[in-house]
């Protein structure tokens, strides 16, 4: 038997009777949830400084601006953590990376180098955040567990 072959089976064993995919899925909910629950938390946490980062970027109303988004992304987060109204959380959430993203790393905009390399890791961040939010966006029907199964 080749290595190839033994290291497939393995491979294999390991996640149909150790881990099962409802258990990869509820530990890739947390990290996603975990990732907005944190970030929203930080919008309170830090608000003087986000804030005024805010008014930096042009956003309107800043204050009042990173309050609502901090507690939008919060109860997202939680919501797909817990696997509740989890359709619409992820729905908010790729709402909120849409219109956020260009309006507070427009790296195009930046003229220092060092700058506008942290811009754009951080834009193309928020791209791959949004396009996992609309990969279990596809599959939110029917999450196995949650905290509606128990």
Do not use: C
Not at 55 to 63: D, F, H, I, N, V
Not at 98 to 122: F, R, S
């Amino acid at each position: 038997m080749s290595v190839g072959i033994i290291r497939n089976v393995s491979y294999k064993l390991f996640f149909n009777t150790v881990l099962s995919m409802d258990i990869v899925l509820l530990v890739g909910r947390i990290l996603f949830g975990g990732f907005f629950i944190m970030g929203g938390a930080m919008h309170f946490m830090k608000l003087k400084d986000m804030t005024e980062y805010a008014r930096t970027k042009g956003a309107p109303m800043p204050k009042l601006s990173v309050m609502g988004t901090g507690m939008v992304i919060m109860f997202a987060g939680l919501a797909v953590v817990f696997g509740v109204y989890q359709s619409i959380s992820l729905l908010v959430i790729s709402a909120f990376l849409l219109v956020i993203t260009p309006i507070m790393h427009a790296y195009w905009k930046v003229a220092d180098p060092n700058m506008k390399m942290m811009e754009m890791q951080m834009f193309l961040k928020n791209m791959a955040l949004l396009g996992a939010s609309l990969a279990l966006y596809v599959f939110s029907s029917e999450w196995p567990i949650s905290l509606l199964s128990l």
